[in-house]
């Protein structure tokens, strides 16, 4: 992994604010598309000896930890970490202190849902008035129709019948009625659809290798973040196919050893990381790459 340092939310206060509120740490793993064993390296904050890396890097990592944060109903203000220039606070105080302060937290978080569901109550009264009003107008209409009519009207009806069929809508010709048989009817074979992932695994490769211009990490991860929903499939050297689907906004990272085989459903549908940096997709029609690992001192 890389070794930038990003200032995060505490691992050991996410922890604490989970156990608060009794939520099972793969509850809120579901809630926040992260795997349980992701969420277990955002409250540890360190890596045990030999534990691989679960984060492409710390920022993504530390975006992880607000999205965790925020899911668990914090207020970011309030957990917002210290800047690089302080001097870090001793996580040395007692048991007592910790849930003091995380008290605090909930009692600040408690007033704000307190405002905000005033907030909710008027715009609910509003919401209301606004149906009871459309009611009155409804029923107003519906009524209105056995009214009697006025005698006047009756009488104008009947000394002027050629004016009342006159006022009948004209027929429809039809040509204007069979034009619409000329419209073309849409097959649902037309419509556009995601490959399964097993089918993109036997396309062949043609392009030209890609490569990072200016790597920073080697070649055994490529991270994957889906635009769109979409599929893909991938070959590490040794033989070994990941055949995944994605969601829309979804990030996966793949481990294994260089080159790559990388095939996918469309180019535009996903962005491709590869030794530390965002590769270009190239011009053209292809969807089947190799990502060659450029060798240094990493």
């Known amino acids: 992994m890389s070794s930038e340092k990003t200032n995060r939310i505490s691992g050991e206060l996410l922890r604490n604010l989970r156990e608060a509120k009794s939520i099972e740490i793969s509850s809120i793993a579901r809630q926040v598309n992260l795997s349980v064993a992701q969420l277990r390296q955002l409250e540890s904050d360190q890596l045990a000896p030999g534990e691989k890396a679960l984060f492409y890097s710390e920022t993504i990592k530390a975006n992880a930890a607000k999205k965790v944060a925020r899911a668990l109903g914090a207020d970011l203000d309030v957990l917002a970490p210290l800047p690089d220039s302080e001097p870090a606070i001793p996580n040395d105080l007692p048991d007592k202190q910790v849930m003091e302060d995380l ?77 619409t048989a000329d419209l073309p009817v849409v097959a649902a074979s037309e419509v556009p659809s995601v490959l399964p992932a097993d089918v993109l695994c036997a396309n062949k490769v043609t392009a030209a290798p890609l490569k990072a211009s200016v790597p920073t990490k080697a070649g055994k991860v490529v991270y994957l973040v889906a635009n769109v929903d979409t599929s893909v499939c991938l070959q590490d050297a040794s033989g070994k196919k990941f055949a995944v689907n994605l969601k829309a906004k979804e990030s996966r990272s793949f481990f294994g050893a260089a080159p790559w085989q990388l095939h996918v459903d469309k180019t535009s549908a996903v962005q491709l990381f590869f030794q530390g940096q ?17 060798s240094g001192a990493y």
Do not use: N, Y
């Open 103 to 179: 008290a605090q937290l909930l009692q600040k978080q408690a007033r704000a849902q307190q405002v905000g569901r005033g907030g909710d109550f008027f715009q609910s009264k509003w919401l209301w008035l606004s149906l009871t009003l459309c009611v009155v107008t409804a029923l107003g209409w519906h009524f209105q129709k056995f009214l009697p009519i006025p005698e006047r009207h009756i009488d104008a009806l009947a000394a002027s019948p050629v004016s009342a069929v006159a006022a009948l809508p004209a027929a429809v010709p039809v040509s204007e009625v069979t034009a």
């Open 278 to 294: 965002r590769m270009r997709w190239p011009e053209g029609e292809e969807r089947s790459f190799i990502l060659e690992e450029v």
